[in-house]
């Protein structure tokens, strides 16, 4: 089952905000920071680009923003827009284990990235979905169509993960029925393909400005991965530890009803 667990300041573990994953943050606390006239809020912000982790402070460098792990490692994040040293404090920072995605905090408050209204993806689908979902989280607020054009894409490469590759999406909704998949997931798949299309060829449907809606695709996809992934795998899953006598009189007992039935 996918963990849903919110960033929270100082808690070892939640969803990250870059990636998606429910991993373990590593926290920093500052111990000075660089600055000239700016807020702590602008300082946080010009860390976002060219930063790089470091166990050990170089040498002479007045181009770094010391910082101290919690914990007893002291580690510095390079910032080169350095002119001068002050002390300060509510500045900290959260680094992912999955990802190595980092966190701005001021104040307790997560300033950077911006929390998505959407949920993270599903942990079962595959690295490549993930990203493209992620990629739609990120830029659902000023462009739901630009979502729901991406989380078409993320159907698409999902009827690959279940094995119909190579297939046009309408085609691989129509293997998935004939293969009996759940009505419910088969028109599910179709309220985000025809949202994604429309994204890209405007017809009846506009999601120029409707970003609830685009917000729902997300919960569509994930609901797709937890029926059709992650359901089933945890299904096997449990099934494959039962004992061995267990599972091979499951198995004649299955036998001996189809022969019946076949009668």
């Known amino acids: 089952m996918t963990q849903i667990a919110p960033p929270s300041f100082s808690n070892p573990r939640f969803n990250c905000p870059h990636c998606g994953a429910f991993s373990a943050h590593t926290w920093y606390e500052s111990l000075a920071f660089s600055t000239a006239k700016d807020s702590l809020a602008n300082i946080a912000q010009a860390l976002i680009s060219g930063r790089t982790l470091s166990e050990r402070p170089k040498v002479g460098d007045s181009h770094s923003l010391h910082l101290r792990q919690i914990g007893p490692i002291a580690v510095f994040i390079q910032n080169r827009g350095v002119r001068e040293i002050r002390y300060g404090a ?3 920072l959260s680094k992912c284990e999955s990802c190595d995605g980092i966190a701005v905090w001021v104040a307790e408050a997560m300033i950077y990235p911006e929390l998505s209204s959407c949920p993270p993806p599903n942990e079962d689908l595959a690295d490549d979905i993930k990203a493209d979902y992620n990629e739609a ?3 659902v607020e000023k462009s739901p169509r630009g979502a729901a054009a991406l989380l078409r894409l993320c159907l698409q490469k999902l009827c690959g993960q ?8 309408d085609a691989a909704i129509a293997k998935l029925y004939a293969d009996k ?17 429309n994204a890209v060829h405007p017809g009846e449907l506009d999601l120029r400005d409707d970003r609830d809606i685009a917000i729902k695709l997300f919960q569509l996809i994930n ?3 937890g029926e059709l992934l992650s359901t089933p795998k945890q299904i096997a899953a449990m099934f494959g530890a039962l004992p061995e006598g267990a599972k091979e009189a499951a198995e004649r007992r299955n036998q001996k009803a189809t022969g019946a039935r076949d009668k």
């Open 137 to 139: 989280r990120a830029i």
């Open 223 to 225: 609901v797709l991965a």
């Open 181 to 197: 998949v759940d009505p419910r997931l088969i028109m599910v798949m179709d309220i985000v393909r025809v949202y994604g299309n």
């Open 90 to 92: 509510g500045l900290n």
């Open 162 to 169: 279940l094995g119909y590759q190579g297939l046009s999406i």
